[in-house]
């Protein structure tokens, strides 16, 4: 007779975190981007498992686990962009021993679905400096390293619109003078 090894249910799985986390199932479907009544409907079984790549990356990175760790999950064929800012933000999560949870808990209901998109290598870091700024605070961070990440990330932003900034030198590190002066209010 042959052991049969059982895989827990990716339903059962989302209910176990939920519950291990004391995370509210509204907060839940916030972090993901779905409605409450949906995820009630997933962890109840009334409809199947996603099968989304979008809503199952969403649903790992609260978890902080790997989609693959979903038996739906496909690999998706649209690139996930690795941004090293955006690794970066991960490894302070994980140096500082804080919880997806808590650390998506710290930001505006409106905009956690935005950061676990950005953290789930959907978006590259903000360019917006007060919501990077956001990120750094809630990591704790030195406002320097946070103006920094900024400064890769726009000079990222010029050079993908086209500008070259080697022969645009005098004119970015003017700008980036300006920005840095800002920075350290």
Known sequence: MKNKITKEKSSQKVSDFLEKNSLHKKDFAEMIGVTLSYVYNLIDET???????????????????????????KIP???ILKDDSVEFIKSVLKQKKMSMVNFLKSFPRKKRVHIVDMLRGAYPLPIDFKELLMIGETLD??????????????KQVLEINGMNLSSNSALVN?????????AEM
């Open 141 to 154: 961070l030195d406002r320097t390293d946070i103006y920094n990440l900024w400064e890769e990330r726009i």
């Open 174 to 182: 003017s700008m980036l003078e300006c920005a840095r002066k800002y």
């Open 77 to 79: 064929q649209e690139p």
């Open 47 to 73: 409809i199947p498992f996603s099968t989304r790549s979008t809503t199952l990356e969403r649903i790992a990175t609260v978890m902080d686990i790997e989609p693959e760790e979903f038996e739906e999950y």
